[in-house]
């Protein structure tokens, strides 16, 4: 599966951005899909995530509350709404997939998008 992530930009602190990503070769209907984000030097961390099944989400602490994953199996999109901005959130965001469950681990899983930049001002 192929996953193209959009919607990343410069934002102030307290603003607002929506991230999609949208997949092509394959129906994400039976697959996990989440959010990752990377601060250039330190490792990509979990943000938050939607299982194929069930429909249940989960989310890092740091973004509870504050983000909403949602995915429309029809259109073959996942996004991401990011309210409430903080500089902290300043990242490039990557969209991912996994065949068989979720993790909060980047290694285990097995489609990646090229990432989309987001710049939150102070």
């Known amino acids: 599966v192929q996953l193209q992530a959009s919607g990343g930009g410069l934002v102030q602190a307290g603003g607002s951005l929506r991230l999609s990503c949208a997949a092509s070769?394959?129906?994400?209907?039976?697959?996990?899909m989440t959010w990752f984000r990377q601060i250039p030097g330190k490792e990509r961390d979990f943000v938050a995530a939607?299982?194929?099944?069930?429909?249940?989400?989960y989310y890092a602490d740091p973004v509870k509350g504050r983000f909403i994953i949602s995915r429309d199996n029809a259109k073959n999109t996942v996004d991401l709404q990011m309210n409430s901005l903080e500089p902290e959130d300043t990242a490039v965001y990557y969209c991912?997939?996994?065949?068989?469950?979720?993790?909060?681990?980047?290694?285990?899983?097995?489609?990646w998008g090229q990432g989309t930049q987001v710049t939150v001002s102070s």
């Open positions: 070769g394959r129906t994400i209907r039976r697959l996990d």
């Open positions: 939607t299982r194929w099944s069930g429909g249940h989400t």
């Open positions: 991912v997939a996994r065949v068989e469950g979720w993790s909060i681990r980047p290694i285990d899983y097995d489609y």
